[in-house]
């Protein structure tokens, strides 16, 4: 199995930039398709963006398409979440999350979470 450790959340301003990361622990990294799901309060969790686990390819939400970008070290066992022109709206607690091959876009797919990082974006 593999284990998810998110770091990089903060407090800014809109129009700002964070860089989220997601440390996996372990050789396998490789093998798991890797997910950034967020969840405001009184909101349901939802997709972000999701990368494969070569990361020849990437999958945006119309949300943030744009603005986030995704991508990954399998050296260092890291996913990178660059996140610009942040707007209030994209306030929520950030969750990486990993299954073992393909991608999915729905939180109940996959099987290994972090705790979460908390991005704040005040008007």
């Known amino acids: 199995q593999v284990q998810l450790v998110e770091s990089g959340g903060g407090l800014v301003q809109t129009g700002d930039s964070l860089r989220l990361s997601c440390a996996a622990s372990g050789r396998t990294f490789s093998s798991y398709g890797v997910a950034w799901f967020r969840q405001a309060p009184w909101k349901e969790r939802e997709f972000v963006a999701g990368?494969?686990?070569?990361?020849?390819?990437?999958n945006y939400a119309d949300s943030v398409k744009g603005r986030f970008t995704l991508s990954r070290d399998n050296a260092k066992n890291t996913v990178y979440l660059q996140m610009n022109s942040l707007k209030p709206e994209d306030t929520a607690v950030y969750y990486c999350?990993?299954?073992?091959?393909?991608?999915?876009?729905?939180?109940?797919?996959?099987?290994?979470w972090g705790q979460g990082t908390q991005v704040t974006v005040s008007s």
């Open positions: 999350a990993a299954r073992f091959g393909s991608l999915t876009t729905g939180h109940w797919t996959y099987d290994h």
């Open positions: 990368i494969t686990r070569s990361g020849e390819s990437t």
